[in-house]
């Protein structure tokens, strides 16, 4: 395993809140990605990040932003939370272009 | 537009028996193609994968095989145990264009392996 932790891995937040999820690596990979998980769609690539200070867009990037000041550690931020933003978040990682290796998730429900 | 298909939302295979997954992809650039497996609750874990200049790639229980012009690939799982009962994602990639724009997800399949 790639040693990942993900905080927090349970959140209940109402809608309107800024929420920040944290993705924490060990192996220093260079390549760290966030994608959420839902019923019907898979796995979703939201925002991915390909060293320190360098990110981009996903798939489904509108209301999310991300920071990678550290090579272990990648942001998540939804600046003000919505109903449609309830899903499980995933983080991975990986070293080069390829196999990824992911993180145990954070469940997120917006009320 | 849905670039990676998984058509079968759910499979029931009999212990001991062999498991096919299967999965379609429309984007004639992917070139490296993973299989994942996931537990409720938990992250997805990778089982395997195949490169485009290969037709087959093997580890164990599991076989992957891929067919270019048909744009297809399936997982074979033989024998089927009851620990393999879980959701398996199949997901694609770019690797000759950098590949780091991340995985390109299919939809799953959930494996039921009945005893």
């Known amino acids: 395993d790639a040693g990942i932790t993900q905080s927090p891995r349970h959140k209940v937040t109402e809608t309107g809140t800024p929420v920040t999820l944290r993705c924490h690596q060990t192996?220093?990979?260079?390549?760290m990605y966030w994608y959420r998980q839902d019923p019907g769609h898979g796995l979703r690539l939201i925002h991915y990040?390909?060293?320190?200070?360098?990110?981009d867009k996903g798939e489904v990037s509108d209301g999310y932003s991300v920071s990678r000041s550290k090579t272990e550690d990648f942001l998540l931020t939804l600046e003000s939370a919505t109903s449609s933003q309830t899903s499980v978040y995933f983080c991975?990682?990986?070293?080069?272009?390829?196999?990824?290796?992911f993180g145990p998730g954070t469940r997120l429900t917006v009320t | 537009d849905q670039q990676v298909k998984q058509n079968s939302p759910s499979l029931s295979v009999q212990e001991g028996r062999i498991s096919i997954l299967n999965c379609d992809y429309t984007?004639?650039?992917?070139?490296?193609f993973l299989w994942y497996k996931k537990y409720p609750a938990e992250g997805p874990t990778f089982l395997i994968s195949?490169?485009?200049?290969?037709d087959k790639n093997e580890d164990g229980r599991f076989t992957v095989f891929l067919n270019k012009s048909a744009k297809h690939l399936s997982l074979h799982i033989v024998p089927s145990q009851p620990g393999d009962s879980a959701v398996y994602f199949c997901?694609?990639?770019?690797?000759?264009?950098?590949?780091?724009?991340?995985?390109?997800f299919g939809k799953g399949t959930h494996l039921i392996i009945q005893p």
């Open positions: 991975a990682t990986s070293p080069l272009a390829g196999e990824q290796y």
């Open positions: 192996e220093n990979h260079r390549y």
């Open positions: 990040s390909y060293g320190v200070k360098d990110t």
């Open positions: 984007n004639s650039m992917f070139d490296y």
């Open positions: 195949i490169s485009s200049i290969k």
């Open positions: 997901a694609a990639s770019e690797l000759s264009g950098g590949g780091a724009d991340g995985l390109t």
